[in-house]
């Protein structure tokens, strides 16, 4: 079972906006604005899209987004494209020994 | 640009040590100003963080497989490795190598995994 919690699937028509939760504690999600969040196409490794809850790497569409309400955090795609369809994870820095924490993964399916 | 690749036997027996090498090209791990980390994921499962070294050799484990892991850096040739011993078929797993900033929590650059297969 992951530390953190997100929905095992959400999915979308092209053009539409989607929001992806990941929910933790206070000593992670909550307590620290440490939460990112990675794309992975099957059988590719994660890449990095938003990181310290809602920071864009350089080279990340603005479609993606990033933001914190207490222990939850979100991602939001907007103008969901067939390229969108992937498998996202969030990961938060945790105050427990483990370090770093990771959500089970949700699956996107774009329509 | 930053690239790591991870390299390794894709077949360990039970009860042996994994053996696992990640080079980095485009940027030097001595350099300093990030952590070098060993992430895993099990066939269809999510991500599990499994350690981080510093250039300087400092090291941080997850503890629920600190007993089994060390992770070394050899700064001369710019690589880190993990070693994972006593594995089991749990430990089946595709490793990734990642890099990130000290500082800071997350993972900007990655390798492109490897799949390690525990099995006799």
């Known amino acids: 079972q992951s530390a953190l919690t997100q929905p095992a699937s959400v999915s979308g028509s092209p053009g539409q906006s989607i929001t992806i939760s990941c929910t933790g504690t206070s000593s992670d999600v909550g307590g620290y604005n440490y939460v990112s969040w990675y794309q992975q196409h099957p059988g590719k490794a994660p890449k990095l899209m938003i990181y310290?809850?809602?920071n864009r790497p350089s080279g990340v569409s603005n479609r993606f987004s990033g933001s914190k309400s207490g222990n939850t955090a979100s991602l939001t795609i907007s103008g969901l494209q067939a390229e969108d369809e992937a498998d996202y994870y969030c990961?938060?820095?945790?105050?427990?020994?483990?370090?770093?924490?990771f959500g089970g993964g949700t699956k996107l399916t774009v329509l | 640009q930053v690239q790591l690749q991870e390299s390794g036997p894709g077949l360990v027996k039970p009860s042996q040590t994994l053996s696992l090498t990640c080079t980095v090209s485009?940027?030097?791990?001595?350099?300093?100003?990030?952590?070098w980390s060993w992430i895993r994921q099990h066939p269809g499962k999510g991500l599990e963080w499994i350690g981080y070294i510093y250039y300087s050799g400092s090291t941080y484990y997850n503890p629920s497989l600190k007993s089994r892991v060390t992770i070394s850096v050899d700064t001369s040739k710019n690589q880190f490795s993990l070693k994972l011993s006593s594995v089991t078929a749990a430990d089946t797993a595709v490793y990734y190598c990642?890099?990130?900033?000290?500082?800071?929590?997350?993972?900007?650059?990655w390798g492109q995994g490897t799949l390690v297969t525990v099995s006799s």
């Open positions: 990642a890099r990130g900033p000290l500082g800071d929590y997350y993972f900007d650059y």
């Open positions: 485009g940027g030097s791990i001595s350099s300093g100003g990030y952590y």
């Open positions: 990961s938060s820095y945790t105050s427990s020994s483990t370090h770093w924490v």
């Open positions: 310290d809850v809602s």
